[in-house]
């Protein structure tokens, strides 16, 4: 993710108000009781469960941030190999060559996930790990090194989830173009194809593309990731089509080699609008204003606004009307049947969702009004990264999503990074964590008692990793990684997610040990 850093701004006490009592941080009405009904134990406990007993309680991770082992057993160079080596492009020249060296330990942090409760991981798969130059032979050492990993992981009974691409690209394609090529969906095709062939005897749930928007956006908009390159928007708009259709070529390889049927999802970061008050033209306002498709939002200013351009084609087979009109002759060209290979039958819609903006309806009697965005109060509740703490992203992000495309919802991606050190008591206190996520959890349950389908949580991350250009500064994890000796701790979040797995969430409103 690569929003922009917080930005406070003055508001009227009208405003205040009206963010303050409803919306953003403050759930006040919100109680798992709403969502079932429920008895307490004598400890206090609730007895019925907020979610069902199917529902996959997780963490997410992706490849190049964890499992280091760069230049091991044949694995090629991706983008990210050769970003981190360029002077100035990640806070204090880090690199992600060890990171987490998940690729040597991952059978001990397997243990950590055992004992946390996890029923389901999410990993990447290292695309030029795979095949070291994109495409062409395949580096079996590689493969290997996945198929350990998910046996490792049905063996602790914790169901693998793999992502085809978390953003490493193979930098032999780059140099041949790779997302601006329209090769480039053949060849993700092939290597999905290679990926299913070997694990889909045991791995029955995939993603294919991570974040598309913020893929695009950090690499081709911004360039503040790898490759770090600063398109026209012609260009980067093209990239997103090739994109599209690269997610629509997996699938089509997913389902034609898989050995078991497969549960294919696309985990795509979504930024609701919030309802700024508590009211209904508030509510209506932001869900216009979540599916908008302004001009303004393909730029960079306004990029991680936009929603519906990174969901309809591949839920709806078209892209917004009214984004392909405002693009003019920046959108991108369409050949016969690129909608067909785009909009691919899925089995769940996977949400990436840290938080959303704020908005309310324009006052009554405007001609063509449209939503106003509320700016968030100062001194409003920040991460340690500096993004907005919104739960109530959690509870209209899924139940638009579900509205408007008709999936399950699977949250693949949420959390919040915080200052984490080992105390002197050689623990890892991390009360915030934990906040945030009863809070996020308890809009979920919110969404769920209201009928949402949900497939599960994953929570991002398992552990502290390489936070792309911000290096290793932002942890992200409910596993401490002590960077130097690479050792691991579980934070206090990670036995409050055990003690709520083992509830199935019922312990949700009891709050922190
Ligand atoms: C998401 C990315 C993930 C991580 C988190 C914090 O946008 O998918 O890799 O960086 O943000």
Redesign the pocket.
Known sequence: ?TRPRSISHNLTRREFLSVSGASALSLPHLRVAEAAPTSQTSSGEQTTPPFSKDFLWGAAT?AY?IEGAAREDGKGVSVWDEFVRKPGKIRDGQKGDVACDFYHRYAEDILHMRDMGLTAFRFSLSWPRVLPEGTGSVNQKGLDFYSRLVDALLAAGIAPIATLF?WDTPLALHRRSSWLSRDMPQWFGDYAAVVTRALSDRVTHWLTI??PR?FIGGAYVTGVQAPGEKLARAEYMRAAHITFLAHGRAVQAIRANTHRPAQIGYAC?VSPSLPAADSAADAAAARESTFASPLDHFSGAHWWRENAWWLDPVFLGRYPASALAALGKDAPQILAGDMETIHQSLDFLGA?I?GGWLVRAAAPGQLNAQPEEVHFPAGFPLTAFGWQVTPDAMYWGPKWLHERYQMPIFIT?N?CSSCDWISLDDKVHDPQRIDFTARYLLALARASAEGVPLRGYLH?SLLDNF??QEGYTQR?GMIFVDFPSRRRIPKDSALWYARLIKSYGASLNVGPD
Do not use: A, I
Request: hydrophobic residues 25%; charged residues 25%.
């Open positions: 993710m992706s941030q978390h991570n974040e913020s970061d990436n840290y991606e959390g991002w936070e792309w992200f």
